[in-house]
């Protein structure tokens, strides 16, 4: 159903702009895929009238291209082997249920020896992504949390400073003095408390 209301989308647009539409056939995953199954995406698409331009463009039929991709990955060392079973994830789910489970990324730490040892079992594997590792991004969130480092801290009361120092020109009007003020109360109120980034931040929202 998604997929045909994906198409439909695809197809309006490629009629409305003059683009090409190309049917492209995700089977890739041998288990879901079938000669059946894609025999029905093509009559559905028939049926719904949706004709298309280029295609059908099957995946597994690339799948060589796809090979070489994945080996230049993990040869720059952005994608490693991942040799944990399906049987192994579903167990590791199973035990940090009720919390979601991510995958804990244990095979990137295999060492060149491991992997050459899993390599010569022939041991399946899968092919993940790189992504900045779990304590990192941890690191990363709590800094977050924390709020701005000390020498952020220092650079936004500088200019905090700035502003408070810095005169109306002498045209200014009343309203621009009054406004002035304003700026200079704002800013000694958030230097007074260390802790008060929250109002910091609720009084810059505030004004326009
Ligand atoms: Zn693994």
Not at 22 to 37: P, Q
Not at 144 to 165: D, F, I, N, Y
């Given at each position: 159903?998604?997929?045909?209301?994906?198409?439909?989308?695809?197809?309006?647009?490629?009629?409305?702009?003059?683009?090409?539409?190309?049917?492209?056939?995700?089977?890739?995953?041998?288990?879901?895929?079938?000669?059946?199954?894609?025999?029905?995406?093509?009559?559905?698409?028939?049926?719904?009238?949706?004709?298309?331009?280029?295609?059908?463009?099957?995946?597994?039929?690339?799948?060589?291209?796809?090979?070489?991709?994945?080996?230049?990955?993990?040869?720059?060392?952005?994608?490693?082997?991942?040799?944990?079973?399906?049987?192994?994830?579903?167990?590791?789910?199973?035990?940090?249920?009720?919390?979601?489970?991510?995958?804990?990324?244990?095979?990137?730490?295999?060492?060149?020896?491991?992997?050459?040892?899993?390599?010569?079992?022939?041991?399946?594997?899968?092919?993940?992504?790189?992504?900045?590792?779990?304590?990192?991004?941890?690191?990363?969130?709590?800094?977050?949390?924390?709020?701005?480092s000390r020498a952020?801290r220092?650079?936004?009361?500088?200019?905090?400073?700035?502003?408070?120092?810095?005169?109306?020109?002498?045209?200014?009007?009343?309203?621009?003095?009054?406004?002035?003020?304003?700026?200079?109360?704002?800013?000694?109120?958030?230097?007074?408390?260390?802790?008060?980034?929250?109002?910091?931040?609720?009084?810059?929202?505030?004004?326009?």
């Amino acid at each position: 159903m998604g997929g045909a209301r994906t198409a439909l989308f695809n197809w309006l647009f490629a009629r409305r702009t003059g683009a090409t539409f190309v049917l492209r056939i995700e089977d890739t995953d041998a288990a879901r895929s079938s000669a059946e199954m894609v025999e029905g995406i093509l009559a559905s698409m028939r049926w719904l009238g949706l004709e298309w331009d280029e295609g059908p463009f099957y995946q597994s039929q690339r799948l060589d291209l796809y090979r070489a991709i994945v080996q230049k990955l993990m040869e720059a060392d952005h994608a490693y082997r991942c040799y944990c079973t399906p049987e192994d994830l579903i167990k590791r789910r199973a035990a940090a249920a009720p919390q979601e489970w991510k995958y804990d990324g244990r095979c990137r730490l295999l060492s060149p020896d491991q992997n050459q040892r899993m390599q010569a079992e022939e041991r399946p594997f899968a092919v993940r992504f790189r992504v900045p590792n779990v304590s990192q991004r941890a690191r990363h969130a709590a800094s977050q949390r924390r709020g701005p480092s000390r020498a952020e801290r220092a650079h936004r009361s500088w200019l905090r400073r700035r502003t408070t120092t810095r005169h109306p020109t002498p045209r200014a009007t009343a309203d621009g003095w009054a406004r002035a003020r304003a700026v200079s109360s704002l800013a000694s109120t958030a230097r007074a408390d260390d802790t008060s980034r929250e109002e910091t931040s609720r009084l810059d929202r505030r004004s326009p």
